[in-house]
Nanobody
Framework: QVQLVESGGGLVQAGASLGLACAAS????????MGWFRQAPGKEREFVAG????????GYADSVKGRFTISRDNAKNTVYLQMNSLKPEDTAVYYC?????????????????WGQGTQVTVSS
């Protein structure tokens, strides 16, 4: 049974930094592309960042490029999202997701496994 468990969310002020982690119970974790998505109240779930199975390729939404960094540690079956210079508009529930495909898909419909989400709230 595959499980993705996010951690690290919380309440911070604008301009602060926060790090998220997603621990995956996937036996073949190193073969999966991993993604971070977020969903704010009343809005659709949107792509934030993704990383290829090797970590050699990454992709970011324009809204977070230059502020967020995705990384992974295949030895620990964990993917991370470092968020700097946070803005109130970054407030959302953040989800990690996994898909066994080449490339970095940006559509949430493509991803096969999902975590339960962690709340990130940025106050102004």
């Amino acid at each position: 049974q595959v499980q993705l468990v996010e951690s690290g969310g919380g309440l911070v002020q604008a301009g602060a930094s926060l790090g998220l982690a997603c621990a995956a119970s996937i036996r073949t974790f190193s073969t999966y592309t991993m993604g971070w998505f977020r969903q704010a109240p009343g809005k659709e779930r949107e792509f934030v960042a993704g990383i290829s199975w090797s970590g050699g390729s990454t992709g970011y939404a324009d809204s977070v490029k230059g502020r967020f960094t995705i990384s992974r540690d295949n030895a620990k079956n964990t993917v991370y999202l470092q968020m700097n210079s946070l803005k109130p508009e970054d407030t959302a529930v953040y989800y990690c997701a996994a898909v066994g495909l080449v490339g970095i898909p940006r559509s949430p419909n493509v991803y096969k496994f999902w975590g339960q989400g962690t709340q990130v709230t940025v106050s102004s």
